[in-house]
Nanobody, 119 residues
């Protein structure tokens, strides 16, 4: 059984930082690209970042470039999202996911962790 469990969300003031974690089990983690998505209230789910199996190739949506960093520790089966210089528009539920094929369609999703950025 594949399980993805996010943690690290919370309430932070604008300009602050949070680091999200996603612990994976039940899959060959080191061979699997991992992704972060987010969904704000009343908005569609949005792709945030992806990381290759090696961790050497990453991609980000334009709105988070230069502020967010995705990384992974294959020995711990964990992917991270370091979020700096947070803005109010970053407020959303953040999900990790894998086995994705475009359009936000993924085979496996975590439960999500809430990130709220205050003014």
């Amino acid at each position: 059984q594949v399980q993805l469990v996010e943690s690290g969300g919370g309430l932070v003031q604008a300009g602050g930082s949070l680091k999200l974690s996603c612990a994976a089990s039940g899959l060959t983690f080191s061979n699997t690209p991992m992704n972060w998505f987010r969904q704000a209230p009343g908005q569609e789910r949005e792709f945030v970042a992806t990381i290759s199996w090696s961790g050497g190739v990453t991609y980000y949506t334009d709105s988070v470039k230069g502020r967010f960093t995705i990384s992974r520790d294959n020995a711990k089966n964990t992917v991270y999202l370091q979020m700096n210089s947070l803005k109010r528009e970053d407020t959303a539920v953040y999900y990790c996911a894998t086995e994705c094929r475009g359009g936000g369609r993924c085979d496996y999703w975590g439960q999500g962790t809430q990130v709220t950025v205050s003014s």
